[in-house]
């Protein structure tokens, strides 16, 4: 598929030339067709609401995403889904698992979902999501919803990416919800204690509650809401907060502002990693002289400076 | 190469390692959950690969649309029962029919001889029956991998 193909499938909202695109953005190697990709459709960008839900391992967050995303695709609206999953660190594989907990309203509501693997990429979302999150808009999406994992800070990048935060937690967390609170409480706009049947609930919204009324007060006033997910219980006031607060931010143009600072130093970090690549590729050509180093015990620093000095391994 | 030995718990060493290879592992149609998708799909994350799983009985069409909007390399199909042909040539049909040349099929489980021709002539390879090594497996993915990737790029 060539790269104006692509472009114009996205525009018309075709799902191989979306999937296609995210593929692109994904690719490291692929930096370049990438901001061709994102140039293109820019002009297009900038009208859905996205949504970042986060929260800690098995709290409910698929089975959630799959019940919201089909109650707000109803009358009309186009609904994608993005879940990220953790890359083996050992193997660099992945169990992108977070699907088969949305599958059915998925197919049946026409709604596009897409897994992506973190790569290795800790401490937040990947460029790749940024892009993947303009070509969904682009591609006529009124909501865009992702799925983090989420216990700390390690997910904080949500926090620029998405117009609405929603922090899942749940009931039976125990001293760990302490250490999550930690990270997450200043990043959740809306607040969510999923498992509802479940024991302990109540005492989890009051625990959330009263973390929240210690935080400093802002102009939105962060709501705690209980789901029960298996039921589809509390969904009613869930979707309600997500619309009052996607108001609320028509009322802040600066928030554009500040995600196109973010969007632009990232940008500029994978153009100098790119041409670091190429470069580091090239001086690492010639194994022969990094062996001779190693035979003459020349430490890892020296031959560095001596491969950078001569412009090659070759020397 | 799945190159491993470059990845640090946190750090996004993979500067120098090919793209995951992404598959999606289905058991279409008939019978219900077991393991051996599930063993399956762990030797396949251990090779380094990205591994979706279908879920229970999806049926041809959701395979082939996950496939697509998750732009897979490689659809995995295993079925432990006579049904296959029907199911995996409905796949291969879909497919064509949206004009996918680029996603490779293969198969497994307990598929007669006789069948695997068939199945040959509709592009599906592999047809592993039970205890081939996972490497085989991997190996032959891995192949059809490469060759689904090389026309994604034209
Ligand atoms: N009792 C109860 N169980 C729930 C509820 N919501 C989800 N579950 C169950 O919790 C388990 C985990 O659900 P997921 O939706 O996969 O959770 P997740 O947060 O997406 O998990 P990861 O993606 O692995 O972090 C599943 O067995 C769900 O059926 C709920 O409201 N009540
Ligand atoms: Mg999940």
Known sequence: ?315 | MSGGMYLVDGKNLSLFKDKPIKVLLAKPGIDGHDRGVLVLAKAFRDAGMEVLYAGLLPTPEEVVDTAINEDVDVIALSLLNGAHLTVFRKISELLKKRGIDDIAVVGGGTIPDGDKPKLEKLGITGNYGPGTPLSTIVDHITARASEARSRKMQ
């Open chain 1, 1 to 315: 598929m060539k790269i104006q193909d692509i472009i114009n499938g996205i525009l018309n909202g075709d799902r191989r030339s979306i999937a296609r695109a995210i593929s692109i953005v994904e690719d490291d190697e692929m930096v370049i067709e990438s901001s061709e990709v994102i140039k293109g459709i820019y002009n297009h960008t900038g009208r859905a609401h996205v949504i970042g839900i986060t929260g800690p391992p098995g709290i409910g967050k698929s089975t959630m995403i799959g019940r919201l995303a089909r109650i707000l695709s109803d009358g009309n609206k186009k609904v994608s889904v993005i879940a990220v999953d953790a890359s083996s660190p050992f193997s660099g594989g992945s169990l992108l698992g977070n699907r088969i907990r949305m599958q059915e309203s998925l197919t049946e509501n026409g709604i596009f979902m897409r897994s992506l693997a973190n790569r290795g990429m800790n401490g937040g979302l990947s460029r790749s999501t940024w892009d993947a999150v303009k070509i969904l808009d682009a591609a006529g999406n009124d909501y865009i919803i992702i799925e983090t994992v989420g216990a700390g800070q390690a997910d904080l990048d949500i926090v620029d990416l998405a117009d609405t935060v929603i922090v899942v937690l749940g009931p039976g967390l125990g001293d760990e919800i302490q250490a999550i609170k930690a990270g997450i409480m200043e990043i959740g706009d809306i607040f969510v204690v999923n498992k509802m049947d479940r024991d302990g609930s109540f005492l989890a919204m009051k625990d959330i509650q009263d973390s929240l009324a210690m935080t400093p007060q802002k102009e939105w006033k962060v709501p705690v809401i209980g789901l029960d997910s298996l039921k589809g219980k509390g969904y009613d006031e869930l979707v309600s907060e997500i619309m009052k607060h996607g108001e609320f931010n028509g009322s802040r143009p600066n928030i554009r502002l500040d995600r196109f600072m973010k969007e632009v130093e990232m940008a500029l970090q994978a153009e100098i990693r790119r041409q670091y690549l190429l470069e580091a590729r090239e001086l690492l050509k010639s194994k022969d002289a990094i062996a001779r180093f190693s035979g003459e015990k020349i430490d890892p620093y020296s031959a560095a400076m001596k491969i950078l000095r001569s412009g090659k391994a070759g020397l």
